[in-house]
T-cell receptor, first 111, second 119 residues
Framework: QKEVEQDPGPLSVPEGAIVSLNCTYS??????FMWYRQYSRKGPELLMY????GNKEDGRFTAQVDKSSKYISLFIRDSQPSDSATYLC???????????FGSGTKLNVKP | NAGVTQTPKFRVLKTGQSMTLLCAQD?????MYWYRQDPGMGLRLIHY???????AKGEVPDGYNVSRLKKQNFLLGLESAAPSQTSVYFC??????????????????FGAGSRLTVL
């Protein structure tokens, strides 16, 4: 069993839709949770990060962490064609600088 | 502010040839990493370094060597390239300064990638 599971998609939605991307994990030691966006033929870029549980909002993006269920989510409101990319979740324990990635979900926002 | 820079961006090798990928970061990050990304496999850690002069094996280290002689540079070497090493390679770095981690300190910054083809 992989430590981080992520549905690979692809996920196709119309412009303006609310998108929900999710990851589950098995290691209760994870404390840092990140979402990366990767455009085709580019490097991953950090979109959002949260420490421990709770929600974090940044513009159209909201990250949620539910440590009791070992489940994290990224919501995109009013999705745009420019949001079309692969979204990777990543997580790390508090005292060990090693990162565990999901396999990525490919999102396509249709105009 | 350049962030993480990888060279070269593209390279084609023949089986058995050797090469080195260079990663340079200008953020004074302590930790540096080399990943490979293959379709359907996600990002897999090859080697990493927790500071100048240190290296450690990741998930898929076989066929690769690394060196961290300077804090800002992390080199990935292929001594005898094989077609199975055809991949996109990403370097990344993160900061771990001080005894206590502040929020935002424990995130990865990636380079743009190096696309390697081994024939």
């Amino acid at each position: 069993q992989k430590e981080v599971e992520q549905d690979p998609g692809p996920l196709s939605v119309p412009e303006g839709a609310i998108v929900s991307l999710n990851c589950t994990y098995s290691n209760s030691a994870f404390q840092y949770f990140m979402w990366y966006r990767q455009y085709s033929r580019k490097g991953p870029e950090l979109l959002m990060y949260t420490y421990s549980s709770g929600n974090k909002e940044d513009g159209r993006f909201t990250a949620q962490v539910d440590k009791s269920s070992k489940y994290i989510s990224l919501f995109i409101r009013d999705s745009q064609p420019s949001d079309s990319a692969t979204y990777l979740c990543a997580m790390s324990p508090y005292n060990f600088n090693k990162f565990y990635f999901g396999s990525g979900t490919k999102l396509n926002v249709k105009p | 502010n350049a962030g993480v820079t990888q060279t070269p961006k593209f390279r084609v090798l023949k089986t058995g040839q050797s090469m080195t990928l260079l990663c340079a970061q200008d953020m004074n990050h302590e930790y540096m990493y080399w990943y490979r990304q293959d379709p359907g496999m996600g990002l897999r850690l090859i080697h990493y370094s927790v500071g100048e002069g240190t290296t450690a094996k990741g998930e898929v280290p076989d066929g690769y060597n690394v060196s961290r002689l300077k804090k800002q540079n992390f080199l990935l070497g292929l001594e005898s390239a094989a077609p199975s090493q055809t991949s996109v390679y990403f370097c990344a770095s993160s900061y771990s300064g001080g005894k206590f981690r502040s929020e935002g300190a424990n995130v990865l910054t990636f380079g743009a990638g190096s696309r390697l083809t081994v024939l």
